[in-house]
């Protein structure tokens, strides 16, 4: 027999799951897909097939990595998440050859404060492209408190960097050993502007 406890339990149940389903972001969805709340068992849509399976992770302080970020995302129909300081780089900061200028403080091995570690829908993607400029050889700072941040176990990541001169070097190995687990990849190094050469890099990787 249906109560009155009966029915607002299950009115909580339809909003809930209303709610759920109306995440606007497409990590939102993928993660969907795989929380029990949202479907039978039997009924699980397997993380590999769950649109957004991809993610482009960046940081960019000047802009250069965000539009070959773009570029690929658009290329993927994939997610891009942005890395950001909780205290965004000035140029001051940026000023390399200030030797007293944040980046060049914060260089030994400072892991800055981001204002958001974890990406929505982290635990959907099993993909992860991960992009930064290339500071001092290194991946810039911020990348080394995401890396340490999140957990990588499962994820394929292919690092990417954009540089003046500099190649990627072991700075994806670096960051590798940081997070502890995930199948890094080689990465891939462009200058700034280089969206043809991004894209025809990702339509190698055969993740489309
Ligand atoms: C603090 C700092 C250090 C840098 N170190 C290097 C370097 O070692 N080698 C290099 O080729 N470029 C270096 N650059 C240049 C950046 O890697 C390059 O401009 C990059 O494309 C910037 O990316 P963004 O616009 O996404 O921040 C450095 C830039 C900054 C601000």
């Given at each position: 027999m249906l109560t009155r406890r009966n029915l607002l339990q299950a009115a909580a149940m339809a909003a809930v799951t209303m709610l759920a389903g109306c995440s606007g972001v497409r990590g939102?969805?993928?993660?969907?897909?795989?929380?029990?709340?949202?479907?039978?068992?039997?009924?699980?849509?397997?993380?590999?097939?769950?649109?957004?399976?991809?993610?482009?992770?960046y940081f960019s302080a000047?802009?250069?990595?965000?539009?070959?970020?773009?570029?690929?995302?658009?290329?993927?129909?994939?997610?891009a998440f942005a890395i950001e300081a909780a205290e965004p780089y000035t140029d001051a900061d940026l000023d390399y050859n200030d030797s007293s200028s944040r980046t060049s403080t914060e260089r030994a091995d400072a892991r800055p404060?981001?204002?958001?570690?974890?990406?929505?829908?982290?635990?959907?993607?099993?993909?992860?492209?991960?992009?930064?400029?290339?500071?001092?050889?290194?991946?810039?700072?911020?990348?080394?408190t995401f890396a340490g941040g999140n957990d990588f176990a499962g994820k394929t990541v292919v690092p990417f960097c954009t540089s003046a001169s500099s190649g990627i070097g072991d700075s994806g190995a670096a960051l590798a050993e940081l997070a502890g687990g995930g199948d890094w990849r080689d990465g891939e190094r462009f200058p700034a502007g280089a969206t043809d050469d991004a894209t025809a890099w990702v339509d190698g990787l055969g993740l489309a």
């Open positions: 939102g969805d993928a993660d969907d897909a795989v929380t029990p709340d949202q479907a039978a068992p039997d009924q699980t849509v397997p993380v590999e097939d769950a649109p957004g399976a991809v993610l482009v992770a000047t802009g250069n990595t965000e539009e070959i970020v773009q570029a690929l995302a658009e290329r993927l129909g994939a997610d404060e981001l204002a958001q570690v974890t990406p929505d829908g982290w635990a959907g993607y099993q993909t992860v492209l991960l992009g930064y400029p290339i500071w001092w050889g290194e991946a810039a700072w911020p990348l080394r």
